[in-house]
């Protein structure tokens, strides 16, 4: 007979941790509100895509505006400011061929900077207001938080790792503290950001670390934050500062969904991960390039087993339609170069997948047929609530996903063409043990119901071409 002590561990341990369909016994977090937010992968528009680091206010609102009238009834509801919303002049300084040289901020021979960004009193980035002039007399990112929340989404915004350098060579007081920036400043070069040079780490182990974090969250929770991506951070893994900033969300006393970037993360963080993030990056950025979109079958079926409600495996986001305007951030100004058929097949894959859906094109100025692809409820019905998604068959030439649905006899299935040129791939109903012999089958891109199919289903797709099916018993 157990001990009442082994009984009372044992109830614990299931009490925090769930075994999926693979066996894997994942974490699940406990007494944290990462487990209030994101209750399906989340969905919505992201800034850098199309405008990198110079987005402005009226530009951002011109965004949201056209998502309250084309894409929230879809379910697209989060509006994210990404990076260097802090710099009056991202890269004002030195205009060269290279976007990656201009994010930084010019700093002297100690490696103190030259160029000034916006923050307080206390080391904390502001808005920069010529880009944001509502932020104006302290108000930050409320006003513009205010206005989204009116129109029935959920903002966001981008921050980097760490407390900036500015603040350290200033040793600014941490708020509510008797500490300095200095003191839990991490200036290892070997913990510096590789790309961007904007910011120091934060020791964790240092008194006042936790509390600079607590202090930015209490910040955030203010201007009425839903959604923060954090940079910087998920590669190389900065597990002491992940924890702290799901410390800092969790006493802030607003639920926030956190998202981790860059990729590829760690699977071996996959629990940890879990525990702290809704959501993080399994790629490195992704482009509008057959070659990024097809590394993504190897990521996502390596991360399958560790998706679970509130916490995503992040393909990235979605480089469709109009990208870097006026030739920043990657490449020059241009229509995505994926084709029709490579953009169903990302479509299609993210969402079979499970992955949140962050569109990075402008929505104002990108074809109308890709907008339309945003509006299917049907495909955004597998990426919203299908599970046990996961692939069945992969080769050089083909791939196959499969995904239970919320209705019970319902399954969706991706078929996937990997090869240059066009080709017929056959799923036979029998690859997947449990399923029936016989389905009525719905092709979900064109709608159209295809009839009973008796133990098998094939599509001819085109070069790097996907077909995404609804199967009902």
Same mark, same amino acid.
């Given at each position: 007979?157990?001990?009442?002590?082994?009984?009372?561990?044992?109830?614990?341990?299931?009490?925090?941790?769930?075994?999926?369909?693979?066996?894997?016994i994942l974490a699940q977090a406990k007494g944290s509100t990462v487990n209030d937010v994101a209750s399906t992968p989340p969905m919505g528009w992201n800034s850098y895509d199309a405008f990198g680091s110079t987005i402005t206010e009226s530009q951002f609102k011109a965004e949201v505006n056209f998502m309250k009238k084309n894409l929230l009834n879809y379910g697209w509801k989060y509006a994210v400011i990404d990076y260097l919303w802090f710099n009056p002049d991202p890269g004002g300084w030195k205009k060269t061929k290279s976007f990656y040289e201009e994010q930084n901020v010019r700093l002297d021979k100690n490696g103190r900077p030259i160029d000034s960004l916006t923050m307080d009193k206390y080391g904390r980035l502001l808005p920069a207001i010529n880009r944001f002039p509502s932020a104006a007399n302290c108000k930050g990112f409320k006003p513009i938080a205010?206005?989204?929340? +009116?129109?029935?989404?959920?903002?966001?915004?981008?921050?980097?790792?760490?407390? #900036?350098?500015?603040?350290?060579?200033?040793?600014?007081?941490?708020?509510?503290?008797?500490?300095?920036?200095?003191?839990?400043? =991490?200036?290892?070069?070997?913990?510096?950001?590789?790309?961007?040079?904007?910011?120091?780490?934060?020791?964790?182990?240092?008194?006042?670390?936790? !509390?600079?974090?607590?202090?930015?969250?209490?910040?955030?929770?203010?201007?009425?934050?839903?959604?923060?991506?954090?940079?910087?951070?998920?590669?190389?893994?900065?597990?002491?500062?992940?924890?702290?900033?799901?410390?800092?969300?969790?006493?802030?006393?607003?639920?926030?969904?956190?998202?981790?970037?860059?990729? !590829?993360?760690?699977?071996?963080?996959?629990?940890?991960?879990?525990?702290?993030?809704?959501?993080?990056?399994?790629?490195?950025?992704?482009? =509008?390039?057959?070659?990024?979109?097809?590394?993504?079958?190897?990521?996502? =079926? +390596?991360?399958?087993?560790?998706?679970?409600?509130?916490?995503?495996?992040?393909?990235?986001?979605?480089?469709?339609?109009?990208?870097?305007?006026?030739?920043?951030?990657?490449? #020059?100004?241009?229509?995505?170069?994926?084709?029709?058929?490579?953009?169903?097949?990302?479509?299609?894959?993210?969402?079979?997948?499970?992955?949140?859906?962050?569109?990075?094109?402008?929505?104002?100025?990108?074809?109308?047929?890709?907008?339309?692809?945003?509006?299917?409820?049907?495909?955004?019905?597998?990426?919203?609530?299908?599970?046990?998604?996961?692939?069945?068959?992969?080769?050089? =030439?083909?791939?196959?996903?499969?995904?239970?649905?919320?209705?019970?006899?319902?399954?969706?299935?991706?078929?996937?063409?990997?090869?240059? +040129?066009?080709?017929?791939?056959?799923?036979?109903?029998?690859?997947?043990?449990?399923?029936?012999?016989?389905?009525?089958? +719905?092709?979900?891109?064109?709608?159209?119901?295809?009839?009973?199919?008796?133990?098998?289903?094939?599509?001819?797709?085109?070069?790097?071409?996907?077909?995404?099916?609804?199967?009902?018993?």
């Amino acid at each position: 007979m157990k001990s009442s002590a082994t009984i009372k561990f044992i109830s614990m341990f299931f009490l925090s941790a769930v075994i999926n369909y693979n066996g894997i016994i994942l974490a699940q977090a406990k007494g944290s509100t990462v487990n209030d937010v994101a209750s399906t992968p989340p969905m919505g528009w992201n800034s850098y895509d199309a405008f990198g680091s110079t987005i402005t206010e009226s530009q951002f609102k011109a965004e949201v505006n056209f998502m309250k009238k084309n894409l929230l009834n879809y379910g697209w509801k989060y509006a994210v400011i990404d990076y260097l919303w802090f710099n009056p002049d991202p890269g004002g300084w030195k205009k060269t061929k290279s976007f990656y040289e201009e994010q930084n901020v010019r700093l002297d021979k100690n490696g103190r900077p030259i160029d000034s960004l916006t923050m307080d009193k206390y080391g904390r980035l502001l808005p920069a207001i010529n880009r944001f002039p509502s932020a104006a007399n302290c108000k930050g990112f409320k006003p513009i938080a205010d206005y989204v929340h +009116k129109l029935g989404l959920k903002f966001g915004f981008h921050i980097m790792r760490g407390i #900036p350098r500015q603040a350290y060579w200033d040793n600014m007081p941490i708020k509510g503290t008797s500490y300095t920036a200095q003191e839990i400043a =991490d200036t290892n070069s070997s913990d510096l950001c590789k790309w961007n040079n904007n910011m120091y780490g934060v020791d964790p182990s240092k008194p006042g670390a936790q !509390e600079y974090y607590n202090s930015l969250f209490d910040l955030y929770a203010k201007w009425g934050a839903d959604f923060i991506k954090v940079d910087d951070i998920a590669r190389p893994y900065h597990k002491g500062e992940i924890e702290m900033i799901r410390k800092a969300i969790d006493q802030c006393g607003r639920p926030m969904v956190l998202s981790l970037s860059p990729g !590829e993360a760690p699977l071996s963080e996959a629990n940890n991960l879990i525990k702290n993030a809704n959501m993080w990056r399994v790629s490195d950025d992704m482009w =509008d390039n057959w070659k990024d979109v097809k590394h993504n079958f190897d990521l996502l =079926d +390596k991360w399958s087993p560790y998706i679970q409600k509130h916490h995503y495996p992040d393909a990235d986001m979605m480089p469709l339609g109009h990208l870097s305007l006026n030739d920043r951030p990657v490449g #020059p100004d241009r229509m995505s170069h994926l084709s029709k058929d490579e953009t169903h097949t990302l479509l299609s894959l993210w969402c079979i997948a499970h992955s949140p859906l962050i569109m990075g094109g402008d929505l104002l100025t990108s074809p109308n047929w890709v907008i339309s692809l945003l509006q299917n409820k049907e495909v955004i019905e597998v990426d919203q609530h299908s599970t046990d998604n996961h692939q069945v068959f992969r080769n050089e =030439d083909e791939a196959i996903w499969i995904a239970k649905g919320s209705i019970d006899g319902v399954r969706y299935l991706a078929l996937f063409n990997l090869e240059d +040129k066009p080709n017929t791939i056959e799923f036979k109903f029998d690859m997947v043990p449990g399923m029936k012999g016989s389905y009525r089958i +719905k092709n979900l891109w064109t709608k159209k119901d295809l009839g009973i199919k008796e133990k098998s289903i094939s599509a001819k797709l085109g070069a790097h071409g996907a077909g995404l099916f609804m199967l009902k018993e």
